[in-house]
């Protein structure tokens, strides 16, 4: 790496997940070509939720050279093998989309072809029998996957932790990273009059912060790409119409802690529970169109089990996204370029992936090629439109007619681009390829049969080899995953054999 051009000098506003996680990436993978800052306000504060993430958070924590033992016992976290959606598809049914694959594929068709062929002639197995992270998870079991390419190599994990800590701690990390922190409020931002370009930002303390190249994080206020830039908002609200979450921490109820978040349907929306260490964060995201701020509120009160440990707290969002995330020298990352309800759990992922994209087209130097900053929008507007896509599909594919909610959402039209894919799917069981970007098969496989959309016709290579064969195949797959999860240790266990990511008990 050259360090003969000047350093690009970067700041960050904002303090909050999206804030640090991009603080500490740039200092730690840009080094020595960048200098950054990061002013944040403890008057203004975070936004303090988004406890369930993705298995890609494994190699962000792991690129900043942070040890997973001392993350976890920082941040209370736990492991997380899928999520478990109930009532989606049908009031009294549930499936669980995992961090991992069913099956295996056999001469070139993909398991789910044999597995549909096999509901044709009578099975009623359910696909999650021949996924090791489903068995596991609903067992409550966990062990860290194997690199070897065998069963155990069929599943990943993600993180359950505690969004209060994780800043704090990633703040800790920056700073020996080099980070310079400032705390203060920003008052007013400076652009130059030709360009536009944010050119410093001004403290209520009258101190000012020059830079070359900002990056907003300052959460659902987008001070800088939005109301300093006026970047335009897409609004998603007519497709996902939630916009609130009533959040509310729990105690937990039982020395079991699930390796898996819930996502269980509600009247007007859903409901999280995701397990940590200490407690239980429960929220229910609904529509303020379907039911009142109240109502909601004394909903996850009933139906959240375990002793309250702070009473529901009223978020409120809207779902759509800034029409580009980078304009003129302004890069948004977290709330302040858009929001999705964390039906799957993507807003940190979508945070890590903006990071990771301005990394790879990062200006040296801090001259931005315009060409750099069109595929950077390009591959944020296609990660978020992926994620849309999915989340819609959860609401949509549904056969529930018991509330305005249900019905507004089984019967609203849906964007090109999922009517598209799901259309494929009904044909033929097919999933559209993506070479990158979220979600792969294995996930719209498990949302798709959780939620009742069985295709027409599947792959009519599947009836080729001798049924009994294939019968038996399935079989003897659904008993290797039964005693590997046999095998396995409980969660709970795993966290204390593995001392060192316990967090101590306060
Ligand atoms: C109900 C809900 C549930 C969620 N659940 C999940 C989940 O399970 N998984 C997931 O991945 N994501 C989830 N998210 C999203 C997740 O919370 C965010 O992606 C994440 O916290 C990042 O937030 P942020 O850093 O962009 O904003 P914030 O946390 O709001 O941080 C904004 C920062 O900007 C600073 N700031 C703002 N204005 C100024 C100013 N004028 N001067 C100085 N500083 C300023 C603030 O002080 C703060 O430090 C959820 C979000 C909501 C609303």
Redesign the pocket.
């Known amino acids: 790496m050259t360090t003969s051009a000047p350093k690009t000098r970067v700041v960050v506003?904002?303090?909050?997940?999206?804030?640090?996680?991009s603080a500490c990436s740039l200092a730690k993978l840009l080094g020595p070509l960048v200098s950054v800052t990061l002013?944040?306000?403890?008057?203004?504060?975070?936004?303090?939720?988004?406890?369930?993430?993705?298995p890609h958070i494994r190699g962000f924590v792991e690129r900043l050279g942070i040890d997973e033992a001392a993350f976890m016992q920082a941040t209370h976290a736990t492991y997380k093998l899928g999520i478990d959606f109930q009532d989606f598809g049908r009031i009294g049914e549930s499936y669980v989309h995992p961090f991992g694959t069913f099956g295996e594929e056999v001469a070139g068709v993909p398991f789910h072809h044999y597995w549909l062929e096999l509901q044709r002639q009578g099975m009623t197995e359910p696909i999650g029998h021949y996924s090791l992270a489903v068995t596991a998870a609903l067992a409550n079991k966990f062990r860290p996957p194997t690199t070897d390419g065998s069963l155990n190599s069929t599943y990943g994990y993600a993180y359950q932790f505690d969004?209060t800590l994780f800043?704090p701690f990633l703040r800790e990390h920056g700073q020996t990273l080099g980070v310079e922190r400032v705390e203060?409020?920003?008052?007013e931002v400076r652009q130059d009059p030709e360009s536009g370009d944010v050119t410093a930002?001004v403290?209520e303390s009258g101190r000012e912060l020059e830079g070359d190249l900002f990056i907003d994080?300052?959460?659902?206020?987008s001070?800088l790409l939005g109301d300093t830039l006026g970047e335009e908002w897409e609004d998603w609200s007519p497709w996902l119409p939630c916009d609130r979450?009533a959040?509310m921490p729990c105690e937990h109820v039982s020395e079991e802690i699930s390796p898996f978040?819930t996502a269980a349907a509600m009247p007007a929306g859903w409901r999280?529970r995701?397990p940590l260490q200490h407690r239980i964060g429960n929220?229910y995201?609904f529509s303020s169109a379907f039911v009142s701020e109240d109502e909601a509120c004394e909903a996850i009160r009933s139906a959240a089990e375990g002793e309250r440990v702070a009473e529901p707290r009223v978020?409120r969002?809207r779902a759509g996204r800034r029409k580009a995330s980078w304009q003129k020298n302004v890069i948004a990352?977290?709330?302040?370029s858009g929001?999705l309800?964390?039906l799957e759990?993507?807003?940190?992922?979508?945070?890590q992936m903006a990071i990771t994209y301005l990394i790879e087209l990062f200006p040296i130097g801090g001259q931005i090629d315009p060409r750099d900053r069109d595929e950077f929008n390009r591959l944020v507007d296609m990660e978020y439109d992926r994620v849309r896509d999915f989340l819609i599909l959860h609401f949509h594919a549904t056969t529930r007619d018991d509330s305005e909610f249900w019905n507004h959402v089984r019967t609203m039209a849906v964007p090109d681009t999922l009517a598209e894919k799901m259309e494929l799917w009904r044909q033929a069981g097919r999933i559209e390829k993506y070479s990158d970007g979220l979600f792969y098969d294995a996930s719209w496989i498990a949302v798709y049969i959780g939620q009742g959309v069985l295709p027409e016709r599947h792959d009519p290579r599947t009836r080729l080899p001798d049924p009994a064969q294939v019968a038996r195949a399935m079989g003897g797959l659904r008993g290797r995953i039964a005693s590997e999860v046999a095998a396995m240790p409980g969660h709970r266990e795993f966290l204390t054999a593995n001392a060192r990511r316990l967090a101590p008990l306060s």
Request: glycine share 20%; proline share 2%; net charge negative.
């Open positions: 506003l904002g303090g909050g997940t999206a804030g640090w996680m002013v944040e306000s403890e008057d203004i504060g975070i936004v303090g939720v988004g406890e369930a993430t993705l969004a800043g203060g409020k920003v008052v930002l403290l994080c300052s959460g659902f206020r001070l979450a959040a978040t999280w995701i929220g995201v978020l969002f990352v977290g709330l302040s929001f309800e964390p759990s993507t807003s940190i992922y979508l945070s």
